[in-house]
């Protein structure tokens, strides 16, 4: 590859950098002691990930441009590799600044919320998480995937159960996500079984090849059935999100800023790669799965997900099912089979981030400084926190589709979308879950600014620490810019789709 | 103390060679069913099977709980670091070819050799760390790190 700004050195081997200098840091992070010294180690990892994501990025940019690296210098299809295309290279830069920014907020609020000799344990677990979810990312080998979905989710489960000093019931969230996430994780496993059975190959632009001169092989029909139903539930796709909203709202405010903005996008990735690139040209069942399947369930999400979420007294648990909402906005862009309709879902993705992003870490900032997650808590937070309950505000307005912010930009692209595929239906859904989130938006944003706060919080206000501060200041800020000067996230999108489209047609 | 006589006596004779057997199967996995894994697992056993015979406060004086926490990480380190030191001998990651200067497949048997280590002392300390956990529980409450 080109290099960009590294030196050729570093940047003919960014992709293999990225996964692994996360992962060997976890390593350091846990055999030392001091909590500090492995959050510094984690932002080197992250930092370090954040820098060779961009990299990776700008050289993606060019139309057509595939990073492929041989790992252990077995060359592909043999061997396994790491293949990144505009649409990855979207997903690691968004998975390496999101993931940043949480992490400079988890200083304090890890400090805070997890007990002093277990931090660099958290630290270790998180950077493990972290180069899963980029190795998921980057691989371009299906039981590679597999093993690196397996290495984030276990993680995953154990960073979750962390949250249980605050409340016992992480235990039992976090548990409930380990049997859903290990069924999926098979399903994953028996689907990439039955295409390996078929085609005889790991590597998943060789099984593209390979499936598109059989034509109508059920066997590999069945494949694609098993690993939808699999990376369904990582991605919480409606009805299989049982998981997702206890896991969101006991988890550590880190932990849940963190995975709502990236690991569900990551497993939403999947979805796309393995729809477009591996199973392209079986279009009449792939697309009918799309159709007849995903876009149902997707809308089914958005509706009931959204009502659910107006009936949550507990914040962190209202934004989860709106999470699972939002999830179904992204697969309706994805079943509309247009490369409109997927581009719309790449943007809804990267903005979903930005907004619940914002939402979660002043969710973390108020619990850091007041102990809260009820919304009869929130009583008067305006006038205690102006800056937080700001962001807060702009990240809410966000979610609704609010003019000015990234979320009027996304649900605009979307129908726009959804009438270009003559689908006013799916119009009307979107319209209909964008005025149930205005209600539960609408209760929590009442409480906090219109109802005047207690005496003792009026007597004691809280000053928020800059390591909260800045990143909210930047995903808050993040909401509003996007919404105005939208060009470089609706590009990205749309090269993204069109690379996932592309590498489908011509494997 | 276990008072059984023929168990201490036969566990004592038996711990060395299950510890010979362990390194036997790391060693030779290059060239046989095996490898760091399943060493693992046999090196773990026995320190398991010494707790059994002889007692929690032995085993841990044997193997202090710290040990299992340094060997878990130290484990992934190694299997990273190599890698990384493929990386920097200038090939790719993982690459064992190019840790052999020449070239030769030489290369090829240092780096499964140095990876299977890294994986045995990952194992080892995993399944010591998990017998302690559950074993200790009664007594301290919270030893999941030992």
Same mark, same amino acid.
């Given at each position: 590859?080109?290099?960009?700004?590294?030196?050729?050195?570093?940047?003919?081997?960014?992709?293999?950098?990225?996964?692994?200098?996360?992962?060997?840091?976890?390593? &350091?992070?846990?055999?030392?002691?001091?909590?500090?010294?492995?959050?510094?180690?984690?932002?080197?990892? $992250?930092?370090?990930?954040?820098?060779?994501?961009?990299?990776?990025?700008?050289?993606?940019?060019?139309?057509?441009?595939?990073?492929?690296?041989?790992?252990?210098?077995?060359?592909?299809?043999?061997?396994?590799?790491?293949?990144?295309?505009?649409?990855?290279?979207?997903?690691?830069?968004?998975?390496?600044?999101?993931?940043?920014?949480?992490?400079?907020?988890?200083?304090?609020?890890?400090?805070?919320?997890?007990?002093?000799?277990?931090?660099?344990?958290?630290?270790?677990?998180?950077?493990?998480?972290?180069?899963?979810?980029?190795?998921?990312?980057?691989?371009?080998?299906? =039981?590679?995937?597999?093993?690196?979905?397996?290495?984030?989710?276990?993680?995953?489960?154990?960073?979750?159960?962390?949250?249980?000093?605050?409340?016992?019931?992480?235990?039992?969230?976090?548990?409930?996500?380990?049997?859903?996430?290990?069924?999926?994780?098979?399903?994953?496993?028996?689907?990439?079984?039955?295409?390996?059975?078929?085609?005889?190959?790991?590597?998943?632009?060789?099984? %593209?090849?390979?499936?598109?001169?059989?034509?109508?092989?059920?066997? *590999?029909?069945?494949?694609?059935?098993?690993?939808?139903?699999?990376?369904?539930?990582?991605?919480?796709?409606? &009805?299989?999100?049982?998981?997702?909203?206890?896991?969101?709202?006991?988890?550590?405010?880190?932990?849940?800023?963190?995975?709502?903005?990236?690991?569900?996008?990551?497993?939403?990735? *999947?979805?796309?790669?393995?729809?477009?690139?591996?199973?392209?040209?079986?279009?009449?069942?792939?697309?009918?799965?799309?159709?007849? $399947?995903?876009?149902?369930?997707?809308?089914?999400?958005?509706? $009931?997900?959204?009502?659910?979420?107006?009936?949550?007294?507990?914040?962190?648990?209202?934004?989860?099912?709106?999470?699972?909402?939002?999830?179904?906005?992204?697969?309706?862009? #994805?079943?509309?089979?247009?490369?409109?309709?997927?581009?719309?879902?790449?943007?809804?993705?990267?903005?979903?981030?930005?907004?619940?992003?914002?939402?979660?870490?002043?969710?973390?900032?108020?619990?850091?400084?007041?102990?809260?997650?009820?919304?009869?808590?929130?009583?008067?937070?305006?006038?205690?926190?102006?800056?937080?309950?700001?962001? =807060?505000?702009?990240?809410?307005?966000?979610? *609704?589709?609010?003019?000015?912010?990234?979320?009027?930009?996304?649900?605009?692209?979307?129908?726009?979308?959804?009438?270009?595929?003559?689908?006013?239906?799916?119009?009307?859904?979107?319209?209909?879950?964008?005025?149930?989130?205005?209600?539960?938006?609408?209760?929590? #944003?009442?409480?906090?600014?219109?109802?005047?706060?207690?005496?003792?919080?009026?007597?004691?206000?809280?000053?928020?620490? #800059?390591?909260?501060?800045? &990143?909210?200041?930047?995903?808050?800020?993040?909401?509003?810019?996007?919404?105005?000067?939208?060009?470089?996230?609706?590009?990205?999108?749309?090269?993204?789709?069109?690379?996932?489209?592309?590498? %489908? *047609?011509?494997? | 103390?276990?008072?059984?006589?023929?168990?201490?006596? /036969? !566990?004592?004779?038996?711990?060395?060679?299950?510890?010979?057997?362990?390194?036997? /199967?790391?060693?030779? +996995?290059?060239? !046989?069913?095996?490898?760091?894994?399943?060493?693992? /697992?046999?090196?773990?056993?026995?320190?398991?099977?010494?707790?059994?015979?002889?007692?929690?406060?032995?085993?841990?004086?044997?193997?202090?709980?710290?040990?299992?926490?340094? +060997?878990?990480?130290?484990?992934?380190?190694?299997?990273?670091? /190599?890698?990384?030191? !493929?990386?920097?001998? +200038?090939?790719?990651?993982?690459?064992?070819?190019?840790?052999?200067?020449?070239?030769?497949?030489?290369?090829?048997?240092?780096?499964?050799?140095?990876?299977?280590?890294?994986?045995?002392?990952?194992?080892?300390?995993?399944?010591?760390?998990?017998?302690?956990?559950?074993?200790?529980?009664?007594?301290?409450?919270?030893?999941?790190?030992?």
């Amino acid at each position: 590859m080109e290099p960009q700004f590294l030196p050729a050195a570093i940047a003919a081997h960014a992709p293999a950098l990225l996964v692994m200098i996360p992962l060997i840091l976890s390593a &350091p992070a846990a055999m030392i002691t001091s909590g500090r010294a492995a959050w510094v180690m984690a932002l080197l990892g $992250v930092g370090a990930a954040l820098v060779l994501a961009a990299e990776i990025f700008l050289a993606t940019r060019a139309e057509g441009a595939v990073l492929s690296y041989a790992m252990g210098g077995w060359e592909p299809p043999f061997g396994i590799e790491f293949r990144i295309d505009a649409l990855n290279a979207a997903l690691l830069l968004l998975l390496g600044s999101t993931g940043f920014l949480a992490l400079l907020f988890a200083g304090p609020s890890v400090a805070d919320e997890i007990s002093r000799q277990k931090q660099s344990l958290f630290y270790s677990a998180f950077l493990i998480c972290f180069a899963g979810l980029a190795g998921v990312a980057s691989t371009g080998d299906a =039981f590679n995937l597999f093993v690196f979905l397996e290495i984030s989710s276990i993680a995953t489960y154990a960073i979750i159960a962390m949250g249980w000093s605050n409340d016992r019931q992480a235990l039992t969230a976090s548990f409930n996500y380990l049997v859903m996430g290990t069924i999926g994780a098979t399903f994953f496993v028996i689907g990439a079984g039955f295409i390996y059975m078929s085609t005889g190959t790991l590597n998943m632009a060789d099984m %593209g090849r390979a499936i598109a001169e059989m034509n109508g092989n059920r066997a *590999v029909e069945v494949g694609f059935a098993f690993i939808l139903v699999g990376i369904g539930l990582k991605a919480a796709l409606f &009805p299989l999100h049982q998981w997702l909203p206890n896991a969101y709202a006991y988890a550590p405010n880190f932990v849940t800023t963190f995975l709502a903005t990236t690991a569900t996008k990551i497993a939403f990735y *999947v979805i796309i790669r393995f729809r477009y690139d591996v199973f392209s040209i079986q279009t009449g069942f792939v697309t009918n799965a799309m159709l007849w $399947v995903i876009t149902p369930l997707a809308i089914a999400g958005m509706l $009931v997900a959204s009502t659910q979420a107006l009936f949550q007294n507990n914040v962190r648990r209202l934004f989860a099912y709106s999470s699972v909402a939002q999830v179904g906005y992204m697969m309706l862009g #994805l079943g509309m089979a247009t490369s409109l309709g997927l581009s719309a879902g790449m943007l809804h993705l990267t903005n979903h981030a930005m907004m619940k992003g914002a939402l979660f870490m002043a969710l973390g900032a108020f619990a850091l400084s007041y102990g809260i997650r009820r919304i009869a808590d929130f009583k008067g937070l305006g006038q205690v926190m102006p800056m937080t309950s700001a962001a =807060f505000t702009i990240g809410a307005l966000s979610l *609704v589709g609010v003019p000015f912010t990234v979320g009027f930009i996304s649900k605009f692209y979307l129908i726009q979308a959804a009438l270009d595929a003559g689908w006013w239906w799916a119009v009307a859904a979107i319209l209909i879950s964008s005025v149930i989130a205005v209600f539960y938006v609408y209760r929590i #944003l009442v409480a906090i600014w219109v109802t005047p706060p207690n005496e003792a919080r009026k007597a004691s206000p809280k000053r928020v620490p #800059l390591a909260i501060a800045v &990143p909210l200041a930047i995903l808050a800020g993040a909401n509003l810019v996007f919404g105005v000067w939208a060009e470089p996230i609706v590009d990205m999108a749309r090269a993204a789709a069109d690379a996932a489209i592309a590498a %489908g *047609v011509n494997p | 103390m276990n008072p059984y006589v023929v168990l201490r006596v /036969v !566990s004592k004779l038996l711990i060395p060679l299950i510890f010979l057997f362990g390194f036997y /199967v790391h060693f030779h +996995g290059e060239y !046989s069913p095996g490898g760091g894994f399943s060493a693992g /697992v046999v090196l773990g056993v026995g320190v398991i099977l010494y707790a059994l015979i002889f007692g929690m406060d032995a085993a841990r004086k044997a193997v202090p709980p710290w040990w299992a926490r340094i +060997g878990m990480a130290m484990g992934a380190f190694i299997f990273a670091g /190599v890698g990384f030191v !493929s990386l920097f001998m +200038g090939g790719n990651f993982l690459d064992y070819t190019a840790l052999d200067p020449n070239r030769t497949y030489l290369g090829q048997h240092l780096g499964i050799v140095a990876v299977e280590f890294g994986v045995r002392m990952s194992v080892t300390a995993v399944i010591i760390a998990i017998f302690y956990a559950f074993a200790g529980r009664e007594r301290t409450g919270d030893t999941a790190e030992g």
